[in-house]
């Protein structure tokens, strides 16, 4: 009979989920803990009905405090390295019935049971969700809950390309250059060294004439040795 009275108080509240304000009868909460780490677990509470009974979450290595209502029943969501949650969508009667978390690596948990109306949120395709706030009523279930989306500053800084150092480029230009004369050198260096093989062969040429013209002049001594035996025979007779 209590419980029926209290749902029907229920009744008259509004359980909006993406923008709880604590209105009406029900208690407003607000999860601390984003300025410890990044969220990285949510583990929510169950009542035997399977309503949203409460909700902790892991912001870094550590957990916060539970708001709403603990149970025995429950389960959570670790999320990994990287990972951020990207969108949330659930249902709703007099509680939240059911939350749906979806992360940027494709992973989604549901909590709860999908009855009534639905709702979703999402800060966009540059935002991930770093902590709830809501609404609940003490012992019986959490009836609304809003979302707190945070641009992804980290994930942007890993996508911008690298700058390059002040003044690398001067000192690439620099290194092009001295390249350049090295080339520049080498090459006279090589050009050297072909003229004085040239001006070498040029020499053996000269010594080669040097040779023949010798040569001649041995042939011509024999010939005119040779015409004076003649003359002499001549006389004789």
Same mark, same amino acid.
């Given at each position: 009979m209590l419980l029926l009275l209290t749902l029907a108080l229920l009744a008259g509240l509004t359980c909006s989920a993406q923008n709880v304000q604590g209105k009406n009868d029900a208690k407003y909460f607000y999860v601390k803990g984003e300025d410890v780490g990044d969220l990285k677990g949510i583990r929510i509470f169950l009542s035997l009905l399977n309503f949203i009974k409460g909700i902790q979450l892991r912001f870094g290595n550590d957990w916060s405090d539970v708001y709403g209502s603990r149970s025995l029943k429950y389960k959570e969501f670790l999320l990994e390295d990287g990972e951020h949650v990207t969108q949330v969508s659930g249902?709703?009667?007099?509680?939240?019935?059911?939350?749906?978390?979806?992360?940027?690596?494709?992973? @989604?948990?549901?909590?709860? #049971?999908?009855?009534?109306?639905?709702f979703d949120d999402s800060g966009g395709s540059d935002k991930h969700l770093v902590t709830v706030n809501g609404t609940h009523t003490p012992g019986l279930c959490i009836t609304g809950m809003g979302f707190k989306w945070e641009v992804n500053t980290k994930d942007l800084k890993a996508t911008e390309p690298p700058r390059?150092? #002040?003044?690398?480029?001067? @000192?690439?230009?620099?290194?092009?250059?001295?390249?350049?004369?090295?080339?520049?050198?080498?090459?006279?260096?090589?050009?050297?060294?072909?003229?004085?093989?040239?001006?070498?062969?040029d020499g053996d040429d000269g010594d080669d004439g040097e040779d023949g013209e010798d040569g001649e002049d041995g042939e011509d001594g024999e010939d005119d040795d040779g015409g004076d035996d003649n003359d002499g025979d001549e006389e004789e007779e």
């Open positions: 249902t709703r009667k007099l509680c939240l019935t059911s939350l749906s978390f979806t992360t940027n690596k494709e992973r @989604a948990l549901t909590f709860g #049971v999908r009855t009534g109306r639905s390059e150092p #002040v003044g690398s480029s001067e @000192a690439s230009d620099k290194k092009e250059d001295e390249g350049r004369d090295n080339d520049d050198v080498d090459d006279e260096d090589n050009n050297k060294d072909g003229d004085d093989g040239d001006d070498g062969d």
